[in-house]
């Protein structure tokens, strides 16, 4: 309906300029909707559309990776999401989840307007390709071992400066009649410098001397074996020089240590019966020493060996050994000798009901060696006792150890003995007042306490 009271000669005008309103408002709404028709530069507008065109494609690629936006607090990281340059990440080993932080906004932000040249970060869309990662870890990677050949360059150039090739080195010592050996060479050469009858005396002597370093080392012993210089040796002890015998036994007391293989041989080489000969003969002071440290070396851990020590009369020699005057050093390291071979044959027994083993070889051997009947037999009950008045305090300690462990052979012994225990006695008075004075200088468990209990407990058995 028209309204009421209008002219209609007025209401064409009105009704073209409302036309006119509805064609301009159409207009500008399709130009925005369509770029195409839109009143713009024609450069930028194509500028804008290749860069819409490029995100569009981003967006539909499906191994574009979410670029992750950290703050200045901790944030988990979920998988498959990217980290901006310049974060700070942790592993939470609480939850086991990554965390990331910024270090820097400012920072944060020059390398994200940094890294936007060349297309690696796109803020509008929010997201890292995975080329991009890729052309990241392939130029870090470059870098990395760049720099890792320079420093392996210096390095080597280093060394070289410091060190001669081995090549250089030997030529060097050709033209200056030097030859570079080996322990064995060393050792076929000091045997033949030994055995050589056109060596004197003083040349054997430092040939021994010198084989005695080398032949410390298992593997040493055992070659010196393997080419028959040990049985050389061994011969050595038969010459008449007192000097030759007493290196000889200072080689042998050095290859038979804690190598069976070397025992095995010297024992079928004749080296007991050698060693017993010097013992029972006269001989200096230093010559039985070594002999007696060969001895000791050979023993230990031996059993066949001490089976055949007892059945040579080893105990007699030793015995008569310790009586002789002069020879305390001597009778101190004997007993000490004893008293390992008693306890070593103990262990043994103690470690097979341990593990259950009732017939081992080694144990076997150890129960045919009849060590504390022998002892007994030989008046070692005797001589160990008389051997508390030595008055130095390792002798009384090795000899308090032995009568400890010869206590249940020789108890009958120990308690007709009168002289023994009054020599207990005085020790304990001796020991209780070294130990006070130790206990006032502040310690506790001191050396003069552990003899002090000792004897404590050797007078308690005897009572």
Not at 273 to 291: C, D, G, M, R, S
Not at 332 to 340: A, F, G, S
Request: proline share 4%; hydrophobic share 40%.
């Amino acid at each position: 309906m028209l309204p009421k009271g209008l002219p209609i000669c007025r209401m064409a005008p009105l009704g073209m300029l409302l036309g006119l309103l509805i064609a301009s408002c159409f207009t500008f709404c399709f130009s925005h909707q369509n770029t195409e028709f839109a009143l713009t530069n024609p450069d930028k507008s194509t500028t804008k559309e290749t860069e819409r065109m490029e995100t569009t494609e981003e967006e539909l690629d499906p191994e574009i990776l979410e670029v992750f936006h950290p703050s200045h607090e901790w944030q988990a990281l979920r998988p498959g999401q990217a980290v901006p340059a310049g974060s700070h990440v942790r592993l939470n080993l609480q939850t086991g989840a990554r965390e990331v932080k910024l270090t820097d906004e400012d920072n944060f932000r020059n390398t994200l307007k940094g890294s936007k040249k060349g297309k690696r970060l796109d803020i509008n869309t929010n997201a890292y390709t995975s080329q991009d990662l890729k052309n990241a870890l392939a130029k870090f990677k470059e870098g990395a071992e760049m720099e890792s050949s320079k420093e392996d360059k210096a390095r080597q150039a280093e060394v070289k400066r410091l060190f001669r090739p081995i090549e250089k080195l030997k030529k060097e010592f050709e033209e200056l009649n030097v030859v570079i050996e080996t322990d064995m060479q060393i050792m076929v050469r000091l045997i033949n410098k030994f055995n050589s009858s056109s060596s004197s005396l003083e040349e054997k002597i430092a040939a021994l001397f010198d084989l005695e370093y080398y032949v410390h080392q298992m593997d040493n012993a055992q070659d010196l074996l393997s080419f028959g210089g040990l049985q050389v040796v061994i011969n050595g002890l038969n010459s008449t020089e007192p000097l030759v015998k007493e290196y000889a036994a200072f080689v042998l007391g050095a290859a038979f240590s804690s190598n069976p293989k070397v025992q095995v041989e010297a024992i079928e080489g004749g080296a007991l019966q050698k060693l017993l000969v010097i013992l029972a003969t006269e001989q200096p002071l230093t010559a039985k020493k070594k002999v007696l440290f060969a001895l000791c070396s050979l023993l230990r851990h031996f059993p066949y060996a001490q089976q055949q020590f007892l059945k040579l009369g080893g105990l007699q020699v030793l015995r008569s050994l310790v009586q002789e005057k002069g020879t305390e050093v001597l009778a101190v390291r004997v007993v000490t000798l004893l008293y390992d071979l008693v306890t070593e044959k103990m262990f043994a027994e103690e470690e097979a009901e341990l593990t259950r083993e009732t017939s081992p070889e080694k144990l076997q051997q150890y129960r045919q060696v009849q060590l504390l009947p022998s002892l007994r037999e030989q008046g070692w009950c005797e001589i160990t006792a008389h051997l508390l008045a030595l008055p130095e305090h390792d002798a009384r300690e090795k000899v308090l150890q032995t009568l400890g462990a010869l206590l249940v052979t020789c108890r009958d012994y120990y308690h007709q003995d009168p002289e023994l225990s009054r020599r207990l006695v005085s020790l304990q008075a001796e020991y209780q007042v070294l130990a006070a004075q130790e206990l006032r200088e502040g310690e506790d468990e001191g050396y003069f306490r552990e003899l002090l209990g000792s004897i404590d407990s050797l007078l308690m058995e005897l009572r």
